[in-house]
């Protein structure tokens, strides 16, 4: 996890070469948790290999229509490799958590 | 002022409410704390309190990859910019190249993503839900595009420009999941304005902004405008990857305005999105603290157009049922922010919803009708501000 709220001052780069290397910091990461439910180890395991699953947390509560979509979208389009019963699974979990009728967090 | 207890981790399924969508600051390298939308493809929105210049801070400047492999160190002993495809002779060009070879140029262009104000949409459409800050103003230095590409001769039956840069993700190869390009139309007059720019307001490019050279399209919407640019395509037949033939689409209607039940039906023809709709924002006031009756206050924000410049900014004090003119700020150029800003002296206490609509040299006045599409682009209604005014005594 990053510094969350914690200001970085720049930092002087002194122990940087005059060549023509040009560095940052690694890439922090700020990935809030997940509702608990079934479902949400296949989430975490088959939707965080292409991005973090805070891709699912920023969405607004989308119908449950839309989460089944996005699922495919990901397959099909994107080329995502989850198994069907995964795949399936990961859609309920979606739905259970993150439509306007069931998102709490 | 500040809330004091923490937003709503989410807005919806109605439209967001608040200027900026509702996510925690974070911090990255080079940068101030910004609003973090996702962290592993990096997209970070501009908090609304930068927007009161005409110059956007380097380091508040929002970011947006779609991406999650992208470089923080380049070494520029081996970074080349290609020209490449159907050119007479491909050419690899240094960062030393680019200095020593080509003339510099300036231009300062407004930089806004396709979903800005995602956030806004009814219904709700899934993608990054942005508020009004992804978008930002620099003074962009480098190297005129068609001054790179006389060097490669492009051949006369090319189609299009494909742009790539060092942008990648780890899904299979010939997916959108794997590589990020974008193209335009060789015929395209923006081609004849667009840079290659390795310097934004004065300073080399932040990494998370592009470094060390990314293309600046003005006028048209950041989708164009490749970060760390490094392969620059001239293709004979019209690209077909994922981000030009199925994403950054628009319905091909009035302001690419549709409804969700054309969309089921199929009946909606899209096109590649191009220009940026004419938009103005109120800064201040925030509504966040009350005003003082007989207290004069600044109202003031940015406007700005794809279609060229901003010749006029209207200010409501009655949400919308009549409007008085702005004093413009200066003038930067046709792409650039426009400042605006309207003195205000209010006497009665009250509420008071402000409103304001910007109208550019052709004539666009800014809609207060919503817009809807899939894809939550083009969004540019008339913005308002609810303000309380007390009592001096």
Redesign the interface.
Known sequence: Q???????QPLPVTNAQP??????????????ELADGPGKELVQSYC?????S??I??????PAA?WDA?VQKMIK????QIPDDAAQQITAYLQAHYT?ET?K? | SQASEALP?????QA?PYWNGV????????K??LL???????QLETPRQYFRTAFTPNEAFFVRYH??L?P????????RLNIEGNVEKPVSLSMQDLLERFKPVSIAAVNQCSGNSR?RFQP?V?G??WGNGAMGNALWTGVRLMDLLSAAGVKSDTVQLQFQGLER????EG????AFMKSLDWNDPVLQESIVAYQMNGE?LP?LNG??VRLIAPGKFSTYWMKHLTWIRALNKPDDN?WMA?AYRIPDTPRGNTTPADIAAGKVKTIPIGKMPVRSFIVDPDGSSKLIAGLPVEIRGVAFSGYGRVTKVEVSLDGGKTWQIASLGAFYGPYSFRTWSFQWKPTQPGRYTLAVRATDEQGNVQPDEPVWNPGGYLWNRIERQDVVVGTAS
Not at chain 1, 2 to 8: A, D, H, I, P
Not at chain 1, 77 to 80: D, I, K, L, N, P
Not at chain 2, 72 to 79: A, E, P, V
């Open positions: 990053g510094t969350l709220g914690q200001v970085l060549d023509g290397v040009y560095s940052v910091g690694a890439w922090p990461q700020y990935t809030p965080q290999v292409c991005h973090s805070t891709y947390t920023m969405q607004p509560p989308l839309t996005e389009t994107f080329g995502a306007p998102r967090q | 981790s989410f807005t919806g399924p967001n996510n925690p600051f974070v911090v990255y390298p080079q101030l704390p973090r939308l996702t962290d592993r493809g990096i991406l999650d992208i923080n160190s380049i070494d520029l002993s081996s970074w956030s709700r899934p990054g839900q993700g780890p899904g299979p997916k959108g999941s794997h080399p990494m470094f060390p994922f199925t």
